[in-house]
């Protein structure tokens, strides 16, 4: 699981982001979850209480930056565009070991494959 401590605005998109390091993602075609633990200021509550995922070859697609004196490669994923869990039970905690494992994690937190390009969506 990637910790996010608080997402940042970024005005090319209009829409808040979170930077994920290229090195922390899962194997390409997995799921990767990312947990927000930024609270906000007025009543101190979590702001995003439920953990995301979101599919690790999608974040190819978006927006990326070097950091880290051009060491780090992070990909900004609009928190919007990440699924949602709200069961806590559900929450990624081993990567499937085969085919079936992989159909059976993609049902349980709703994604759907692509039958016509092979692809599957989150």
């Not at 808040?16 to 927000?36: D, N, P, S």
């Not at 990440?82 to 081993?94: A, D, G, L, P, Q």
């Amino acid at each position: 699981m990637i910790e996010i401590h608080e997402p940042i605005w970024r005005k090319d998109t209009g829409k808040r982001c979170v930077g994920l390091a290229e090195f922390r993602l899962r194997a390409e075609g997995e799921l990767t979850e990312v947990r927000i633990t930024y609270r906000a200021k007025k009543d101190g509550k979590l702001s995003y209480p439920n953990p995301f995922i979101v599919r690790t070859d999608r974040c190819y697609s978006y927006p990326s930056s070097w950091v880290g004196g051009g060491n780090v490669k992070v990909y900004w994923i609009p928190v919007e565009d990440m699924k949602e869990v709200k069961n806590e039970k559900n929450t990624i905690e081993t990567k499937p070991k085969n085919t079936n494992e992989k159909q059976a994690s993609m049902q349980l937190y709703g994604i759907k494959e692509n039958q016509d390009e092979n692809k599957t969506e989150a």
